[in-house]
């Protein structure tokens, strides 16, 4: 029973254009979301995160929307990169658990 | 440097032969944990630990052990692997239980 899901396994941009990586979640209880970086034979790095009380959190390039009433929350990565290029994990947590999706290969294209 | 250091990166062992993935960290994190990753299905927990001595069972506990004698240090043992054991394994640290998580790079098992 997947509480976080990725639908999209893979995301294919160009340089320069915005990539949106979507997430959704099934556990109301879930107050706090991340965002996971990871390369190829590293592990993964935390990214960006947001509290349920937020609708928004910006950092850089990178900002994270959460939609609470929709169980949805994206990353938004602006302008994209290639260094960019890796899978990105979304990940939940609340009422003691946390649950990670199952990961978006992002390639942005020079 | 800050950082969650495991070994081996890459393990190819048979059926039935007892292994330990080490995993230590430098950032007196208080939580540690272990996952694995296979295709499709994300990071999955397997254990975790909150302090020292203190351990308890992920989503896929089955047919692993950890122990956590020390703060620095979490291995993850695997008394009688099995090829459904076949997996990317991570070890990742934080300062509290769900805050933001320190990954090492990971350790590559092959069970024959």
């Known amino acids: 029973d997947q509480q976080v899901k990725q639908n999209s396994p893979s995301l294919s941009v160009q340089e320069g254009r915005i990539s949106i990586l979507n997430c959704d979640y099934t556990?109301?209880?879930?107050?706090?979301f991340l965002w996971y970086k990871k390369y190829p034979a590293e592990g993964p790095t935390f990214l960006i995160s947001i509290s349920s009380i937020k609708d928004k959190n910006e950092d850089g390039r990178f900002t994270v929307f959460l939609n609470k009433s929709a169980k949805h929350l994206s990353l938004h990565i602006v302008p994209s990169q290639p260094g960019d290029s890796a899978v990105y994990f979304c990940a939940a947590s609340g009422n003691n658990d946390m649950r990670f999706g199952a990961g978006t290969r992002l390639t942005v294209k020079p | 440097e800050a950082q969650v250091t495991q070994n081996p990166r890459y393990l190819i062992t048979v059926t039935g032969k007892k292994l330990t993935v080490t995993c230590s960290q430098n950032m007196n994190h208080e939580y540690m944990s272990w996952y694995r990753q296979d295709p499709g299905l994300g990071l999955r927990q397997i254990y975790y630990s909150m302090n020292v001595e203190v351990t308890d069972k992920g989503d896929v506990p089955e047919g692993y052990k950890v122990s956590r004698k020390e703060k620095r240090n979490f291995p993850l043992i695997l008394e009688s692997p099995s090829p459904n054991q076949t997996s990317l394994y991570f070890c990742a640290s934080s300062l509290e239980p769900y805050s933001p998580l320190h990954f090492g790079n990971g350790t590559r098992l092959t069970v024959t």
């Open positions: 556990n109301s209880m879930f107050d706090y």
